[in-house]
């Protein structure tokens, strides 16, 4: 086997192979020059379906199905769900398919994400309602204090933090993977924002940084007794609270 597909690591190979396309020297050197595998094969996996990604969106990652289980064990029934950053569409779409009988929304402040997400939505035959725009200001006013489950997986990537990222890792969009000089910048104006949409005994649930379990805490604890839960490495990755009426 010569060329760049000979360079790939063995399971790189098998599912490039796994495509069947004509073009899989073209797509092996584009995977040794740091384009995501995903990217590659156009979709990617959560919980227990696929959903398409492109260079418009953050690939799916197991921390975010950790979400996705973490909220599911915590809420039984809830009537309306929002999803704030939504990329691919993947987590709305997973509690959408878990809970058939609630309202889900999503956002994003990319228009070309929605139209990957919609796209996802439509092909899982799945309803979510998308709207564009930045965090809450994105929502429809009816939903104010109306929202039982709130979830994000937002950018918690500091700046300064940029450079060190695998390289397929910046071939993703920067704009969902940078927060700010601190990272956790859009975590604190969920919190902050997050109590007027809430209804009473609401839970809102957040994938954060390893690092920034002391600050996020401190930050959600205006809307109730925050918690930090860790991932499947055992280090802090969610923030979970429960709204106080």
């Given at each position: 086997?010569?060329?760049?597909?000979?360079?790939?690591?063995?399971?790189?190979?098998r599912?490039?192979l796994?495509?069947?396309?004509?073009?899989?020297?073209?797509l092996?050197?584009?995977?040794?020059e740091?384009?995501?595998?995903?990217?590659?094969?156009?979709?990617a996996?959560?919980t227990?379906?696929?959903?398409?990604?492109?260079p418009?969106?953050?690939?799916?990652?197991?921390?975010?199905?950790?979400?996705?289980?973490?909220?599911?064990?915590?809420?039984?029934?809830?009537?309306?769900?929002?999803d704030?950053?939504?990329g691919?569409?993947?987590?709305?779409?997973?509690?959408?398919r878990?809970?058939p009988?609630?309202?889900?929304?999503?956002?994003?402040?990319?228009?070309?994400?929605?139209?990957?997400?919609?796209?996802?939505?439509?092909?899982l035959?799945?309803e979510?309602?998308?709207?564009?725009?930045?965090?809450?200001?994105a929502?429809?006013?009816?939903?104010?204090g109306?929202?039982?489950?709130?979830?994000?997986?937002?950018?918690?990537?500091?700046?300064?933090?940029?450079?060190?990222?695998?390289?397929?890792?910046?071939?993703e969009?920067?704009?969902?993977l940078?927060?700010?000089?601190?990272?956790?910048?859009?975590?604190?104006?969920?919190?902050a924002?997050?109590g007027?949409?809430?209804?009473?005994?609401?839970?809102?649930?957040?994938?954060?940084g390893?690092?920034q379990?002391?600050?996020?805490?401190e930050?959600?604890?205006?809307?109730?007794?925050?918690?930090?839960?860790?991932?499947?490495?055992g280090?802090?990755?969610?923030?979970i609270?429960?709204?106080?009426?």
């Open positions: 086997m010569d060329g760049a597909l000979s360079a790939l690591p063995p399971h790189e190979r599912r490039l796994a495509l069947g396309r004509d073009d899989i020297e073209e092996a050197r584009r995977r040794l740091g384009e995501p595998l995903q990217y590659l094969e156009g979709t996996a959560f227990d379906f696929c959903v398409i990604v492109d418009r969106v953050l690939i799916p990652r197991p921390e975010t199905e950790g979400l996705f289980e973490l909220v599911t064990r915590e809420v039984e029934n809830p009537s309306v769900i929002v704030l950053g939504t691919s569409g993947a987590l709305a779409i997973a509690l959408a878990h809970y009988d609630a309202a889900v929304h999503a956002t994003d402040i990319s228009e070309a994400a929605l139209e990957v997400a919609r796209e996802n939505a439509r092909r035959e799945t979510v309602t998308f709207h564009l725009g930045d965090l809450f200001s929502l429809p006013p009816r939903l104010r109306r929202v039982d489950l709130l979830v994000s997986n937002p950018p918690y990537v500091a700046e300064g933090e940029w450079r060190a990222l695998p390289p397929d890792v910046r071939r969009p920067r704009q969902a940078i927060a700010g000089p601190r990272g956790t910048e859009v975590l604190e104006r969920i919190a924002g997050a007027e949409w809430m209804a009473p005994g609401g839970l809102v649930a957040c994938e954060i390893e690092t379990g002391a600050v996020v805490k930050a959600f604890s205006v809307l109730g007794n925050a918690r930090i839960r860790p991932d499947l490495a280090l802090d990755r969610y923030v609270v429960r709204c106080e009426p």
